[in-house]
């Protein structure tokens, strides 16, 4: 069955049973949000216990303190009222795997997509690619450690965030399914009034 079946199909049935939830307010009920990473190994709601309307879950690749990460968090807080921000990579994260040179010279390839092995990441399509890729942070990190500590530091010292907000750091393990507190990024993240 093709995935736009299934996706309507399990959206059927949840329709179907989806009562008292369309009265969640849209205030988060727990007023906390969560910066995380797009991987579908994560499961924000499991790992942190939520249930739909407790709290705001923000996306992207790598879980990165990104213009528009940022945007959603002071959003999540000026409008909406939360009052703690998580921000949780993870272990075996593809955005270790990559820096902006190696994306942006495989999109000049092609836009098909690349594979990895031992030797690196490949380009198996015959084109046309682009250079546009070379305008793009892509937000590649080296040390996971490091970019739970850079992302509270550059969401703290963001001249939007207020000092009040706390900002936790952590990792999720993708092996154990436990989330690794960040020392560094905790002390960085620590409400300032």
């Known amino acids: 069955m093709p995935v736009l079946q299934e996706v309507l199909n399990a959206n059927s049935a949840y329709a179907a049973n989806f009562g ?3 009265q969640l ?3 988060p009920a727990r007023r906390f949000a969560i910066l995380t990473c797009m991987d579908a190994r994560l499961d924000p709601a499991k790992y942190a216990g939520l249930s739909e ?7 992207n690749a790598g879980g990165r303190a990104s213009d528009d990460a940022i945007r959603s968090l002071v959003i999540s807080y000026k409008l909406l009222g939360t009052r703690e921000w998580f921000v ?3 272990s075996d994260c593809g955005m270790l795997l990559f820096d902006d040179e190696t994306m942006s010279g495989l999109l000049e390839k092609s836009l098909e997509t690349a594979t990895i092995d031992a030797k690196g990441w490949r380009d198996h399509g015959a084109g046309p690619g682009t250079g546009e890729g070379r305008f793009i942070n892509w937000l590649a990190f080296r040390d996971l450690n490091r970019s739970v500590v850079e992302d509270v530091k550059r969401i703290r010292s963001h001249p939007l965030v207020p000092g009040r907000i706390p900002i936790y ?3 999720f393990d993708v092996k154990t399914g436990r989330l690794v507190e960040v020392p560094e990024a905790m002390t960085a993240g620590k ?3």
């Open 53 to 59: 309307g407790d709290a705001h879950v923000i996306r």
């Open 88 to 90: 949780v990579h993870h």
């Open 20 to 22: 008292a939830r369309s």
């Open 169 to 171: 750091g952590f990792y």
């Open 191 to 193: 409400a300032t009034s």
């Open 25 to 27: 307010t849209i205030p």
